[in-house]
């Protein structure tokens, strides 16, 4: 799943919301490109929806938006 993040411009504020992120039942992997203003989120979709992930960083108190949805477990199936 990609996330874009509004207002997210520097190193640290990243790795803050990108170690929330981790924290979450299911969340495999976490990379962050602090230029593009994106999260890059692998994930179990049996333990973990996009809506809790996004709420997740929502309590930062940035905004967000889901880019892209879908796992890195699915595309290797394909």
């Known amino acids: 799943m990609i996330v874009s993040v ?7 504020c990243a790795f803050g919301i ?3 992120i ?7 992997e976490v990379k962050t490109a602090v230029i ?8 179990d979709p049996q333990l973990v929806e ?3 992930i996004k ?6 108190g940035y905004k967000n938006y889901i880019t892209v ?4 477990d699915e ?4």
């Open 69 to 72: 949805e879908g796992n890195k």
């Open 50 to 52: 996009p809506s809790t």
């Open 36 to 43: 593009l203003n994106k999260f890059f989120i692998y994930y």
């Open 22 to 28: 981790k924290k979450a039942k299911g969340v495999k």
């Open 6 to 12: 509004t207002g997210m411009d520097c190193a640290s």
């Open 75 to 78: 595309e290797q199936e394909k």
């Open 55 to 60: 709420k997740i960083i929502d309590s930062t």
């Open 18 to 20: 990108g170690e929330r």
